[in-house]
């Protein structure tokens, strides 16, 4: 049985790492940790990628070909919030294999 992965949870992981991922780096790390992760499923499309835009404006934003980090970010890290709402819901394999990623050194 596959276990889903979630956009937003991985798209503010990335983002605790990087303050802008392009969506291209974004759409290479979801297609390494699946082909690293067959049990795990992902849904990357547009549709997904503007729902989490819409839902979490304090936390990131578009910018050209771009997600960026807002100034807000940092706060919620600090206060737990992203670790608790987001991080938590990403497996601990998942996390571990994601950074670096080879397309991305």
């Known amino acids: ?19 802008e991922v392009s969506f291209k780096v974004f759409r290479e790390l979801c297609e390494f940790l699946l082909k690293k992760h067959k049990d795990y ?28 980090r807002t100034e807000e970010f940092k706060n919620y890290e600090k206060s737990d919030y992203i670790k608790d709402e987001f991080l938590s819901r990403l497996p601990k394999e998942v996390k571990n294999t994601a950074f670096p990623f080879p397309a991305h050194t």
Do not use: G, H, Q, R
Not at 46 to 59: K, R, V
């Open 1 to 19: 049985m596959c276990k889903n992965l979630e956009i937003d949870a991985l798209l503010v992981f990335a983002l605790t790492k990087e303050s």
């Open 41 to 68: 499923v992902l849904s990357l499309d547009s549709e997904s990628i503007n729902l989490a835009l819409d839902w979490y404006p304090d936390l990131f934003y578009k910018k050209d070909s771009s997600i960026v």
